[in-house]
């Protein structure tokens, strides 16, 4: 390595976040938050680290893209047999991470996990590309595979199957809806004195405080 990593230092600078003046909903502030974002950072606003466990209670994580965004919380799309589906059936809970280095924001999510309705799946499947509505028939998320050739080969088979046809939603791929119990937002601030302003949902009523850098 030629780099020292332990001598890597970046300055966080942004505006002021005062418990004071946020809304009483996370999701408000949420809101503003993401629609700053995707302006700074383009089409990788929406990116966020998902975390789930295992039946063990062993963490996992990855990055998958946000999708929408309601009352009731934050949905994204997958394969439900893909690994993150399968940790989500046993263990429905997961944990959220959005990073937005342009802005030095950070948020956090932790809440329960549903899977969205058939309907709202449809919805948003035709929505997509037909080469991506393709690939969730194509990807058998998760599994060993021999080659990239396993792979062209079943997009050739899939593409003869459904050429001049409308494609359908695999019943394997969907939404899921993170609904939060606890939302984080984090300002970054010079000498590491950052503000940190937590939501918590309690007994049905969010409550927000500062927390200490």
Known sequence: MTRKIADIRRDYEGGQLDESATPDEPMVLFDEWLTLALDAEGDDGN???LATADSQGL???RIVLLKGVDDQGLVFYTNYHSHKGSELTNVPHAALVFWWPSLSRQVRVEGRVEQVTPAESDAYFATRPRANQLGAWVATQSVVIPDRTW???REQRFEHAYEDQKIPRPIHWGGYRVIPDMIEFWQGQPSRLHDRVRYERRDG????FRLAP
């Open 205 to 208: 009523t969010w409550q927000h």
């Open 151 to 153: 792979l062209a080969e």
């Open 59 to 61: 963490p996992h994580a």
């Open 47 to 49: 990116a966020m680290t």
